[in-house]
């Protein structure tokens, strides 16, 4: 199993552009999550979704958006990048069974 | 707003030594778990310790838990090199405004294992 696989690592970009962050995972995990790391900071969670087709706002959603159209896909959109934005991307899952998430290793971005 | 609240934020210790680690929470909690992060990568689990439980180990590693005071602490015993790390603490209680998933993270201790 890869885990949770997250694409790109590093992007540059400027502001007012849109990106996409990807996030998969092949565990079959019901639950997934986006979380935001920045400098100092520990993790605050951006959006997740309970299930394919189910999404919900976490504790800094303004600026993102989701979807989940898949059990094993979970996108990270970036409507019109701020250099507010630029942080470490952490997409995370879970099984509905268990508590314990498994973290990807992150995407670098810098908005510019 | 953070759930949980790591001290303390910087720990360097000779190796060998035992390191201790506190967290603390401001609300009811289900569950608290510990997380380790190497410099320049993801999160990974250490140890789950639910709210009906007092005192869990595995391996070098040993949690406790106070819900009284609202708090718990990460003791790594014979501390390696390797153990250099960031620690975090995570909540499942949801951060205000946000919904019924997700983890609470506190800011983390930065552990530096002298050699």
């Known amino acids: 199993n890869a885990g949770v696989t997250q694409t790109p690592k590093f992007q540059v970009l400027k502001t007012g552009q849109s990106m996409t962050l990807q996030c998969a995972q092949d565990?079959?995990?019901?639950?997934m999550s986006w979380y935001r790391q920045d400098p100092g900071m520990g993790l605050r969670l951006i959006h997740y979704?309970?299930?394919?087709?189910?999404?919900d706002q976490g504790e800094v959603p303004n600026g993102y958006n989701v979807s989940r159209s898949t059990t094993e896909d979970f996108p990270l959109r970036l409507l019109s990048a701020a250099p507010s934005q630029t942080s470490v991307y952490f997409c995370?899952?879970?099984?509905?069974?268990?508590?314990?998430?498994?973290f990807g290793p992150g995407t670098r971005l810098l908005v510019l | 707003s953070q759930q949980g609240e790591e001290d303390p934020q910087a720990l360097s210790i000779q190796e060998g030594e035992n390191a201790t680690m506190n967290c603390s929470y401001k609300?009811?909690?289900?569950?608290l778990q510990w997380y380790r992060q190497n410099s320049g990568r993801g999160l990974v689990h250490l140890i789950l310790?639910?709210?009906?439980?007092r005192e869990k180990h595995s391996g070098r590693l040993r949690v406790t838990l106070d819900t009284s005071k609202k708090s718990s602490s990460l003791l790594i015993t014979a501390s390696r090199a390797a153990d250099t790390a960031s620690y975090f603490c995570?909540?499942?209680?949801?951060?205000?405004?946000?919904?019924?998933?997700?983890?609470?993270f506190g800011k983390g201790t930065h552990l530096i294992i002298q050699p």
């Open positions: 995370a899952s879970r099984s509905g069974t268990e508590e314990t998430q498994y």
């Open positions: 565990m079959n995990h019901e639950y």
């Open positions: 979704s309970v299930g394919a087709g189910i999404t």
């Open positions: 609300t009811s909690i289900n569950n």
């Open positions: 310790i639910r709210s009906n439980e």
């Open positions: 995570a909540t499942d209680e949801a951060p205000s405004g946000g919904g019924a998933d997700g983890l609470t």
